[in-house]
């Protein structure tokens, strides 16, 4: 019986090897040292490749791992080592893309770090527990951008828009009570 394709874990590491957004979906790294141990050592040794126009695959210690590179972020999908490479990259790329689109194509740390709040939501509406559930850029971007209160704003604007309704709301409540 064949199981699941089932993902280790999604790394968004910046040009220095450090963490922007990480999700672990497995216990092979049982501590917060032993994660940033596995995330140093991934990003030494794929940090000297040109990853830029396609994925690259690598293994590293008995994991496959499918990776990226946009500007000064590090884009990571880790699976076992008997795990398809063609689903972690399908994996890897709509990651990618989804970051891209909720981005608006300027896909660097100071703009990941700003909208950090939708690349978390990028990463749960990807994979939930190491199953895949979603690989389209486009409906993630969706769902994670219909998860915004005020979905009517332009993408640009959603998280200060969201604040301003959000302050709004509770403004009007108390004033009625």
Excluded at 19 to 24: C, E, K, P, W
Aim: charged share 25%; with cysteine; glycine share 6%.
């Amino acid at each position: 019986m064949e199981s699941c394709p089932a993902i280790k874990n999604i790394l968004l590491l910046d040009s220095e090897g450090k963490r922007v957004a990480v999700n672990y979906y497995s216990d092979d790294w049982p501590t917060n040292a032993a994660k940033e141990a596995f995330e140093k050592a991934v990003f030494a040794k794929t940090q000297k490749t040109n990853a830029r126009a396609e994925a690259e695959i690598t293994m590293f210690d008995n994991y496959v791992v499918v990776y990226k590179f946009a500007q000064d972020l590090h884009f990571f999908v880790t699976g076992s080592d008997n795990e398809n490479e063609i689903i972690l990259a399908s994996v890897l790329q709509g990651f990618f893309d989804a970051v891209g689109i909720l981005l608006r194509g300027n896909v660097e740390k100071r703009e990941a770090l700003e909208n950090l709040d939708l690349i978390l939501l990028c990463l749960d509406e990807i994979v939930d527990g190491g199953i895949i559930l979603e690989t389209d850029a486009n409906v993630i971007a969706g769902k994670v951008a219909s998860n915004s209160v005020d979905s009517g704003a332009p993408l640009s604007e959603q998280t200060i828009s969201q604040a301003l309704a959000t302050a709004r709301e509770h403004l009007a409540r108390s004033l009625l009570k």
